[in-house]
Every structure is written in structure tokens, then in C-alpha cells.
């Protein structure tokens, strides 16, 4: 928890390549060997709560079929790793009560990720 803790906090905002460095530091100065291998970053893992092991946010994502009619729907969420994470980062921290401020540039799925986030959590 306290690496995953460490990683967002520090990271979360950060650059692909600046994440990836702050994730490379904290695996080698803990230790720690995730279950993937030495190739494998922190931020392609999140620790389950029920027993504290780490699992690859790939394995969250559902397989979907898409109608191809509904490919130019703007309420067409496609699920990948990204949006996983995003989703349930989201939603713990909206579940906490606190203001936060979503940031991007336009068109990155700022309302899009929230307004699911909403829907799922009703």
C-alpha cells in the first residue's frame, strides 16, 4: 500500500516517462519484484483490499461487444486499463467527500470519465 501510496501521490500527474522513473526508484530502493517481472511498472498494478497483493489493472478491464452503429454515439464509453484506473480512482475520491478538480486538455475525457463515474455510483 505504501509504495502504491507513494507512486500516486508523488507521480499521479506526472509524464509517462517521469512516472515511469518515479515507479523504476521505488521498486528498486524497496525491493520489491511485482508479479509480472522486472520489465513490469508499479502504475500497471493496483493492490486488492482484501488481501493487500498487487493484481494488473489489465485483468479489471471487461470484454465488451460494440454494436458497430453505436461507434459514433457520444455516450459509448470504451473500457480499457486507462479507464478503469481513472473510474475507480474517481470514485474513491468522490466517495470521500473532498473537492477535487479534474485537469486535461479538451477532448482527454474529463466529463466523460465523471459522468460514468455518476451513473455507476446512483
Not at 507512486?7 to 521498486?27: H, I, N, P, Q, T
Amino acid at each position: 500500500w505504501v509504495l502504491h501510496s507513494l507512486l500516486w501521490s508523488f507521480a499521479g500527474s506526472a509524464s509517462w516517462s517521469e512516472r515511469d522513473e518515479c515507479s523504476k526508484m521505488l521498486l528498486r530502493t524497496s525491493g520489491m519484484i511485482l508479479p509480472g517481472g522486472d520489465g513490469s511498472n508499479l502504475f500497471d498494478y493496483r493492490v486488492r483490499a482484501s488481501d493487500g497483493e498487487y493484481e494488473p489493472w489489465s485483468d479489471s478491464v471487461p470484454r465488451m461487444e460494440i454494436e458497430s452503429h453505436k461507434v459514433t454515439a457520444t455516450d459509448v464509453v470504451i473500457t480499457t486499463t486507462d479507464t478503469v484506473r481513472h473510474t475507480e480512482v474517481l470514485g474513491s475520491w468522490l466517495e470521500s467527500r473532498k473537492p477535487l478538480i479534474l485537469c486535461g486538455p479538451p477532448g482527454s475525457g474529463k466529463t466523460m470519465t465523471l459522468t460514468s463515474v455518476l451513473q455507476n455510483m446512483q
